[in-house]
């Protein structure tokens, strides 16, 4: 492995970290905790433009203090990588300008995993330090047709772009989470067609067959695929080379691998990309 402290190359503008506080935590499904963020740090939070905005949490390591003010690129340049926060990668659920809340929605595992056990524990007061935003779809208004499809960690994304959906635009969305218990209400101006889907096997393997039995309507429409990487795969080869969809009218991509943490799965993402394209020699 390289350098883990690289230092910023000329032109590339160096990482900044956001704090923001707490406000209120809300169960929102058994699994899911809805945690929104407010305070001074989010002022001119630069998101509203997509729909798959997300955030980098940046989570402490126990037993670890770090400098205050808090400064992400002071602490990659002096404190050795395993003293580092860790990050986990967050959808921005909403973000409403007027009243500077950001809404995060996290999936809830018991005592697995780092955000989700902070989530459950957090209370109104805590500080919060992210990265971000990134972000690069919205729903095309002039697409004939919307096509959603993802597991839990693509809800947040699908949601959004529901609710930012023209009125009357034809959207069908596919939603596959662990039990009926993890459904929840969505809202949208469009005309959507929303299915919940109950994962009995592989994450995935719902969304699938639904995608598969799935009949194209006609027109130029736009597709949203996220989730878990062996069904994006799948999907992908689906949606480009047996349907043949324009590959600028797909954002299709892996949130996360079964197997594998965020930093296991962003270490090995490229690789599993590459691997991908040139399977289906797109």
């Known amino acids: 492995?390289?350098?883990?402290?690289?230092?910023?190359?000329?032109?590339?503008?160096?990482?900044q970290a956001r704090s923001a506080e707490v406000l209120r935590v809300e169960r929102v499904t058994p699994h899911l905790i809805r945690v929104v963020l407010g305070g001074p740090g989010l002022a001119g939070f630069p998101a509203g433009q997509y729909a798959d905005h997300y955030i980098k949490m940046l989570f402490p390591r126990p037993g670890v203090a770090y400098p205050e003010p808090f400064d992400i690129a002071r602490i990659r340049a002096e404190f050795p990588r395993s003293?580092?926060?860790?990050?986990?990668?967050?959808t921005v659920r909403r973000w409403d300008a007027e009243t500077g809340e950001l809404t995060v929605d996290v999936v809830y595992h018991g005592a697995e995993g780092v955000a989700g056990p902070w989530a459950y524990a957090v209370q109104p007061g805590a500080v919060v330090h992210f990265m971000g935003p990134g972000g690069a779809y919205a729903p095309d208004p002039a697409a004939a047709w919307h096509l959603f499809a993802g597991d839990e960690s693509a809800l947040p994304a699908i949601a959004a772009s529901l609710e930012m959906l023209p009125p009357g635009a034809h959207a069908y969305a596919f939603v596959e989470v662990a039990d009926p218990a993890e459904e929840q209400a969505l809202k949208s101006a469009g005309a959507v067609t929303?299915?919940?889907?109950?994962?009995?096997?592989?994450?995935?393997?719902?969304?699938?067959?639904?995608?598969?039995?799935f009949t194209f309507p006609d027109g130029d429409g736009d597709a949203f695929v996220h989730g878990e990487a062996g069904f994006v795969k799948e999907a992908r080869r689906l949606l480009l080379v047996e349907r043949a969809m324009p590959r600028e009218r797909v954002s299709i991509s892996g949130y996360w691998r079964l197997g594998q943490d965020e930093d296991g799965w962003q270490s090995t993402k490229r690789d599993f990309n590459q691997q991908m394209e040139a399977e289906h020699g797109l």
Not at 194 to 213: C, I
Request: net charge positive.
């Open 1 to 15: 492995m390289s350098n883990p402290n690289p230092a910023p190359s000329e032109g590339r503008r160096s990482p």
């Open 83 to 90: 003293e580092q926060p860790v990050v986990r990668t967050y």
């Open 194 to 213: 929303l299915t919940w889907l109950h994962r009995t096997g592989r994450v995935g393997d719902a969304l699938m067959a639904a995608l598969r039995d």
